[in-house]
C-alpha cells in the first residue's frame, strides 16, 4: 500500500504538485484534506486556531482512513494538505501493517514567497490573512530528522518537482523511520497537539 503525503505551508504548490503526482500513477488517488474540514457544518474552528486541535485530530483521522482504503484497493495515494509531522501516527494506525508505504513530503518555499501567493489566489474559501499564514511557515522550519523530507519550492517547475518527488520514493528519501519518532513527539509538545493515543482523542 502506498501513501503519499505531499505537505508544507500555505503557498507552497502542495495542490498542484499533489495533483499532477497522483495524475502519473497507473492507479491514483488525489485526496485533499481541505475539502474534510469543508464537511463540518456546525461547530468549525478555524483550523490554525488553539480550539481547534480536537478537530483537526478528527479530520486528519478521516483522512488517514480514507487513505488507507484506497491504498488498500490498489491505489497510490497521494494526500495534499497542511499536515504537520506529530499528525503522521494518524496515518500509520490507519495503515496497520502496511504503514512501511506511508510517505512524507514537505514542500517549502522561501518565506516571502509563501507569504505572496496566498494574497494572489482569489477563491472564496482561500487563507489570505498573512498572521495565520506566517505561523503556519513557522511550523515546517523547526523540523529535525524531517529536513530531509523538504524540496524547496521557491521556484517551483511542475514537472521538475514531480520528477524529483518520483526518484525520492524510489531510493526511500520520504520514508519514514524510528528516528522520526522523538521529532513527532517533539514537535506536538512545542504546538501542544495532543497525539493519537491520547484519551481526549477518538481512537
Known amino acids: 500500500m502506498s501513501i503519499t ?7 507552497a504548490g502542495k ?18 484534506a481541505d475539502q474534510c474540514f469543508h464537511w463540518i457544518v456546525a461547530g468549525y474552528a ?39 509531522p506529530w499528525f503522521l501516527r494518524h496515518f500509520q494506525r490507519a495503515l496497520g501493517a502496511g504503514a512501511d508505504g506511508l510517505r512524507y513530503v514537505i514542500l517549502r518555499p522561501a518565506r516571502e514567497v509563501a507569504l505572496r501567493r496566498p494574497l494572489e489566489r482569489s477563491g472564496g474559501e482561500d487563507l489570505v490573512d498573512p498572521g495565520p499564514i506566517s505561523a503556519m511557515y513557522d ?7 524531517f529536513e530531509s523530507h523538504v ?17 525520492g520514493l524510489g531510493d526511500g528519501r520520504f520514508s519514514l523511520a524510528d528516528s522520526h519518532d522523538d521529532d513527532m513527539a517533539r514537535l506536538a509538545r512545542k504546538y501542544d497537539v495532543q497525539m493519537p493515543g491520547d484519551p481526549e482523542i477518538a481512537t
Open 46 to 84: 478555524a483550523p490554525w486556531l488553539p480550539e481547534s486541535h480536537r478537530q483537526n485530530a478528527t479530520v486528519i483521522q478521516v483522512v488517514g482512513t480514507a487513505s488507507a482504503c484506497y491504498a488498500a484497493g490498489g491505489y497510490e495515494v497521494v494526500v495534499d494538505g497542511i499536515v504537520g
Open 15 to 32: 495542490t498542484t504538485v499533489a495533483a499532477a503526482l497522483a495524475r502519473s500513477a497507473p492507479l491514483g488517488v488525489h485526496l485533499i
Open 151 to 167: 524540496i524547496d519550492s521557491s521556484d517551483q517547475h511542475l514537472a521538475g518537482t514531480v520528477a524529483t518527488i518520483r526518484r
Open 5 to 11: 503525503v505531499v505537505t508544507g505551508p500555505p503557498g
Open 139 to 145: 511550523a515546517f522550519e523547526d523540523l529535525g530528522f
